[in-house]
């Protein structure tokens, strides 16, 4: 099973920083299968990036996803009051989905 | 518009067993794959099980196989997940998730239903 490492834990930032976040794959992972969601509290999570580089519908370009084989980022050019949140990368592969444990965004 | 609902959550004991539900409108369910994905409290997110669109083919991560059953009804627009012989460290919200196989991601998700397993 491939295990997905994200770094750092907590990130902290202030509004109009950028933002940088890992994602790091046991095993090699298809760019085609991985993913980036972002989660607030008490929501459910969002699709912001998928195929490891595509945004998905309605996600603002500051966001871009980036990577291949077992090293993925994301990146957030200049954080907005409302991206301050959890971050998790996904993947799919043999039969299984996993996610990573999360990166926090939270304001310094 | 598209959304998902999940209900049937709730507080259950040790042992015991609780059926969740999802519904599904604003698109065509049935050319869909589901999943469930749930998420303990303070913690990240966790797959559960995946079922395909025709309900041929079904996933179950390891820590549910033989205790979680998921279903799909096409007619109803619902997917279900039987949850049996539940234990503590099943206490979590649950989530009902679209696959969308053009992006290889879960682009639409519910609100979540929260199953806590308490004596």
């Known amino acids: 099973e491939i295990v997905l490492t994200q770094s750092p834990g907590t990130l902290s930032l202030s509004p109009g920083e950028r933002a940088t976040l890992s994602c790091r794959a046991s095993?090699?992972?298809?760019?085609?299968?991985l993913a980036w969601y972002q989660q607030k509290p008490g929501q459910a999570p969002r699709l912001l990036i998928y195929?490891?580089?595509s945004r998905a519908t309605g996600i603002p370009d500051r966001f871009s996803g980036s990577g291949s084989g077992t090293d993925f980022t994301l990146t957030i050019s200049r954080l907005e009051p409302e991206d301050f949140a959890v971050y998790y990368c996904?993947?799919?592969?043999?039969?299984?989905?996993?996610f990573g444990p999360g990166t926090k965004v939270d304001i310094k | 518009e598209v959304q998902l609902a999940e209900s049937g959550g709730g507080l259950v004991q040790p042992g015991g067993s609780l059926r969740l539900s999802c519904a599904a409108s604003?698109?065509?369910?049935?050319?869909?794959?589901m999943n469930w994905v749930r998420q303990a409290p303070g913690k990240g997110l966790e797959w559960v099980s995946y079922i395909s669109s025709s309900s041929t083919t079904m996933y179950y991560a390891d820590s549910v196989k033989g205790q979680f059953t998921i279903s799909r009804d096409n007619a109803k627009n619902s997917l279900y997940l039987q949850m049996n012989s539940l234990r503590a460290e099943d206490t979590a919200v649950y989530y009902c998730?679209?696959?969308?196989?053009?992006?290889?991601?879960?682009?639409?998700w519910g609100q979540g239903t929260m199953v806590t397993v308490s004596s």
């Open positions: 195929g490891a580089s």
């Open positions: 996904q993947q799919y592969g043999s039969s299984r989905f996993t």
């Open positions: 998730a679209r696959w969308i196989a053009a992006q290889n991601a879960f682009d639409i």
């Open positions: 604003g698109f065509t369910f049935s050319s869909y794959s």
């Open positions: 095993q090699s992972v298809s760019s085609s299968y």
